[in-house]
């Protein structure tokens, strides 16, 4: 990690930051204009602030990934508006794919503000090196990452179990204190993948925290266990999920 | 190494024109997270450890065998 690639961390925080009272609400006036509900609202921030409380970080969420929006929603889930602006240091860092915003000026500069580092999937070498540097970095400075083991939207509209991405294992392999966070979000009309959610969706989240098994192996066999054992787990509350799953009800 | 990269590759036809040059991720439509398994692959049949800067580094074939022949 560079002091440049540092420091524009640290001012695209504090940019975040400054900004954070006149976003977050917008964000959260979105999520009402759209309709979006999420079922048991207050027991999940409630959760993830105890989980917050306990550990401080680094903490790595890792949600199932259906539609361009559910770090948007998991966000939403997981920090209270109030939280948004007086907590904005504790919010994840998101790992958009560029290619999903990029030609939209007013899009850059809102995830920008908004802790978002883009991706390029099947980027070359050196543009991923820097971004699991900025990754890194976030986690040595017990930061909140949130990213999706799955690496895409899943086609099937289920958990992949098979063609996960190992970057995520590459993380938890160089912050051993790293807690993970997995996120499984559902919408009640969601049945495959898809840009955005319909309006007036009603969402349904379950959340499991743990700190990763250390793996016997090394390298790269060490990361895809690692990201196993996160997939695994999300595939397990999909599961769950199927077996469980309430009508819709209110916030 | 075409035997190794035959159990990833969806379109197996790629294969039969690989040369050296053929580049993994973009010719033969092998998915980064497929990559490291091919590499995963080569450590467990050539009885070699690869680093992630190492494995950073391959993106043709070529640069599979050279690494290989490295380590052997």
């Known amino acids: 990690m560079t002091l440049p690639t540092a420091f524009h961390l640290r001012l695209q925080s504090a940019l975040g930051f400054l900004t954070a009272g006149l976003l977050a609400p917008l964000y959260f006036l979105f999520m009402k204009f759209r309709g979006y509900r999420i079922m048991d609202l207050d027991k999940i921030r409630r959760q993830w602030a105890g989980l917050l409380k306990n550990h401080r970080g680094p903490w790595l969420i890792c949600g199932n990934h259906l539609t361009l929006i559910d770090s948007i929603i998991m966000i939403y889930a997981l920090v209270s508006l109030g939280g948004h602006i007086k907590g904005f240091q504790r919010l994840p860092w998101n790992l958009p794919e560029r290619a999903n915003f990029q030609q939209n000026l007013f899009m850059v500069i809102l995830c920008y503000l908004s802790k978002c580092i883009p991706v390029s999937r099947g980027g070359d070498r050196e543009e991923m090196q820097a971004t699991l540097a900025r990754c890194n970095y976030l986690l040595e400075r017990r930061q909140v990452l949130m990213v999706f083991p799955e690496g895409r939207r899943s086609r099937s509209g289920r958990v992949d179990t098979e063609n996960f991405s190992y970057g995520v294992g590459r993380f938890l392999q160089g912050h051993r204190d790293c807690r993970v966070l997995c996120v499984y979000l559902r919408g009640d009309a969601q049945i495959l993948y898809g840009d955005m959610p319909g309006r007036g969706e009603t969402f349904t989240i379950t959340m499991d925290a743990f700190l990763p098994a250390i793996p016997a192996g090394q390298g790269l066999r060490a990361q895809r266990d690692l990201v196993g054992q996160i997939v695994r787990r999300l595939a397990q509350m999909e599961e769950y999920f199927a077996q469980h799953r309430e009508k819709p009800g209110t916030d | ?72």
């Open chain 2, 1 to 72: 190494m075409i035997e190794i990269l035959r159990l990833y590759t969806k379109d197996k036809t790629h294969l039969d024109r690989a040369t050296m040059t053929t580049h993994i991720l973009d010719d033969l439509k092998v998915n980064s997270a497929r990559l490291l398994d091919v590499i995963i692959k080569c450590e467990d049949i050539f009885g070699i450890i690869i680093e992630d800067d190492e494995a950073d580094k391959i993106l043709t074939i070529g640069d599979a065998v050279e690494l290989i022949k490295k380590k052997l």
